[in-house]
């Protein structure tokens, strides 16, 4: 059914885009007639459902929520000994850090850690729970083992489980982490 | 192919025109001495292509001014919808018609932002400086709410409204409003000559906070505070119930604002142009030392062991007045305050 819907859905977008090119075609030529960009609209929210159903989302894209004047969602997150975007790691105390995101934004998140060569030391997944609500506030740790010597790494923070994670760049977060023995 | 940046939410100035005249109003441009920039819909049509182009980003807002006033708002919202955007507006709502906002539901619009800054007709045009506003405004948040387009109405809170909050928010739950940003006044724009008229003291800042945060635990309707105020001002942990947000100085965890002439600046609060998206790469602006400016705290914060929670209030604020960032944000000194541990 689901799939039927799917080709059903495919078939009709191809029609509609052609259509949609049609009409933008007229709006230019037209000098934005109207009664062209009324047209136009329409066809494209058309479009817009219709990818939206191919894509199996019946929603209409995210709504939003808030920062400053505006809606977004921010998640906060913080880090032990963290100042100004600096983790400070004494192993002397401990070798672990605790972690804190409010305003998640994902069910999961995985950590890196990258040596001065990009080389990565740690690549694991911290939380991972589809049945938490993102309202809830998580904590994790993170464990600096010995086999970490100490250093200057990067710290990054992932909104996916580890293995998700297509490249090292597509971090939501990112600190330098500093670990002395 | 030169890889895109990719920066997470654009608020994108569509126009500088307005049809009202709020006496808050933080729009740099309204600034004495200031004039507003006309712009065309083949100015937005260009500086929005341009920026779907360069910037991998995920959400767009849409504000002004006013954005109903502007040309085309519809079409340049629907090229980028069909480029995967999500898409809020911000709007005072006695602009948009019924037809335009369901157009903008077609298009999958996420939400619609207006104010709401009293329950009395009076004390709202007060503060928006134009006789009927209120009812109109009303009007949208009505059809948009009946209409299941999502809603959420800003007060901002000022001498003229604060001590009404708790009337206010009733007023909003009573519409349908589920969520209500409170604003604090910010200094800036039109908002400079009316300081003295607008800015409430500390006590009633407080006070209001206690009121929303109250409120919210008794109903379903959701408020946060979110512009971000120093917390030698407001101290989170006093409202913990409530979202109080704070702005990142960090390039990809704050939306930039670009105007319809592909200006970018550091939010829609700062009047400094970074740098233009037609002479410069997007690269060189989020990495200039005007930019690495805002990660230094101010002067006054210098020794304050809240600065990694708080971030020192509206840094924009300052600019405003014609300061630089090493200023504190001026509600600090506005609201006399004395700054405890540093």
Redesign the interface.
Known sequence: MELERKIVAGILMCGVVAVFVVVSVLVKLTGRNPFFVKKKLAVGALLLSLSAIMSGCKGSGPGGIVSCYIPALEERVTIDGIRNGQIFLNRKVTDTLHCIITERLSCHYSVIIMDSLNTVVKNETVFSDTSSSLDDTIIFSIVCEKGITQGTYSLRLYNQVADSVKSVDDYRFIYTLKIVD | MRQKIAL??I?YEVTQECNLSCLYCYNYWRRENEQVRMAH?RDNKRTIHQLLKIIDFD?I?F?GGEPFCAD?L??LI?DC??KGK???V?SNGTKGSVEEYA?L???????L?FPLHSEHASLHETMTAVPGSFEKVVESIRYCIRSGI?V?T?VVLTKVNIDHLEATLAFAQSLGVK?M?L?RFNVGGRGIANVNHLMPSKEQLKSAFTVAHEYLKKSSLHI?A???LPECIIRPEDYPAM?I?R??S?VN???ITVNSFGDIRM???SPVTVGSIWDSSIDSIINSKYIEQW?QRPDHCSNCVRW?TCGGGCRAASEQLGYSLWQVDPIVTAMNTVLENG
């Open positions: 997470r939410h608020i819909f959400h807002t504000t085309g519809s079409e629907l919808r069909l999500s898409v809020n911000i157009t539901k077609k298009l999958g619009v996420g939400l932002e999502e959420c800003v969520h940003m604003a946060s979110n512009v971000c979202y947000s702005c990142s960090d965890r704050r939306p939010c829609n609060h990660h990694d």
